[in-house]
């Protein structure tokens, strides 16, 4: 039996029990006034934990999270606040991981919170602007609790039957929106040595940020783009009213663009309303390995802190600091490299802190996120490098030739030892 409240009658003890396991949607699906209700009501239930993937509501502060821990799988978004207080517990996996690891217990999920659309006329709700393991989290927990927000849109996919929910919250609020970035010359040097890799019926993945925003803006002279992707931006709408992406090559999901969270504005999640154009799918479709071979012409775009001069690729941590996550960046750099016709492009700025630091290092500061037998261009504003297939001294080569000049003298010091010996 569905209970339905509004938000100021929500009490979360009718539902919660001491020790109890949160997954809540991230993104712009987070499920904000349960989250501003597990804040304020967290201590007295006891021992509660959550994770959540990404946020950007700027709820989840050191200091509001203090009646409960919180685990993620990266530093995204506002989450960065949390790593450099030492309150948030990260887990190391790839997006494509976290359905499954909900639905085998391994990340924990007692209650789900999530955010919905109102229902259809068959009582119905939609997951509005995220689909990804949600699904996974509902399917597993003991209690659904569902902020059915009437500004959320009604977007098409895999629906949440009103039976299935436990307690229903009523709510009319804003979702979370995250504005397109200030594009820089410097990101708009990147974003055209990597638009040059993608061709006329090119299926595309991006991240959003400033350099994804500036590739697409490159893209309106390509024709029958496709898209299939772990999340979208606004970029998305304007391509789509300029005729450019239509998703006519594709050989699955034709005509239709793939996706697992809208992340983005009011504009975007207006367009993606009863689109049909749109489709909203969990992680063991938009991530998967079988479902990505099918795709011919993929190009994936992600951003990465650094590149060593043999192409490991570091997306997580810098030193001590924990400011990104592995995502599903391994996912698709696999997937648009094997892709027959498609590539698969690291993006990022040559330097870091203001030119002080070389972005293309020696060594890497922080973990490998992406091997480098896995790695198959690097993009800086200075050029490509086209790594698979070439051996490391090679490699090394590359990746110099598109350094900052004022590291390249450096860099060939240090690549010495391996052209002289190969590895």
Do not use: W
Request: proline residues 5%.
């Amino acid at each position: 039996m569905t209970v339905v409240h509004d938000a100021g009658g929500l009490d979360l003890a009718q539902f919660l029990r001491p020790g109890d396991r949160i997954v809540m949607g991230q993104a712009c699906g987070e499920p904000t006034t349960l989250i501003e209700a597990l804040i304020d009501q967290g201590r007295d239930i006891g021992r509660l934990s959550a994770f959540i993937a990404t946020s950007f509501s700027g709820l989840l502060t050191p200091e509001a999270t203090g009646s409960f821990s919180l685990s993620s799988m990266g530093a995204i978004g506002a989450l960065r606040s949390l790593t450099k207080a030492h309150r948030l517990g990260v887990i190391p996996c790839h997006v494509s991981q976290v359905g499954p690891m909900i639905g085998e217990g391994i990340i924990g999920c007692d209650v789900a919170f999530v955010q919905v659309s109102p229902a259809d006329a068959n009582g119905d709700h939609s997951f509005g602007l995220i689909s990804d393991y949600v699904r996974a989290a509902v399917s597993k927990a003991r209690v659904v609790i569902a902020e059915v927000n009437d500004q959320v849109p009604f977007t098409y996919g895999e629906l949440l039957p009103g039976a299935r929910i436990d307690c229903a919250v009523r709510v009319s609020r804003p979702p979370v929106e995250v504005p397109p970035a200030k594009i820089s010359e410097t990101d708009e040097a990147i974003a055209g040595h990597a638009a040059a890799f993608i061709e006329d019926g090119s299926v595309l993945q991006t991240g959003v940020g400033a350099v994804p925003d500036a590739v697409l803006r490159l893209l309106h002279d390509r024709r029958d783009l496709g898209v299939h992707s772990g999340m979208l931006g606004d970029g998305l709408v304007e391509l789509v009213e300029a005729g450019v992406v239509t998703n006519a090559r594709k050989p699955i999901d034709s005509g239709v663009s793939v996706n697992g969270a809208l992340i983005g504005t009011r504009r975007l999640y207006a367009f993606a309303d009863r689109n049909p154009g749109i489709r909203m799918c969990p992680t063991s479709y938009t991530h998967d390995a079988a479902v990505l071979a099918r795709l011919d012409r993929l190009v994936t775009i992600n951003s990465a802190m650094e590149v060593d001069l043999t192409g490991q690729v570091n997306a997580e941590q810098t030193g001590s600091s924990y400011v990104g996550g592995t995502g599903g960046q391994v996912d698709f750099v696999r997937a648009g490299a094997r892709s027959p016709g498609g590539h698969a492009v690291i993006a990022l700025p040559s330097t870091a802190k203001g030119g002080t630091i070389s972005r293309i290092a020696v060594s890497l500061s922080g973990p490998v996120t992406t091997a480098r037998s896995d790695a198959d261009v690097i993009v800086t504003e200075f050029g490509a490098a086209e790594l698979r297939g070439r051996s490391l001294a090679e490699r090394t080569r590359r990746l110099i030739a598109i350094a900052h000049p004022d590291f390249r003298e450096e860099l060939e010091r240090e690549a010495h030892i391996i052209q002289r010996r190969g590895f």
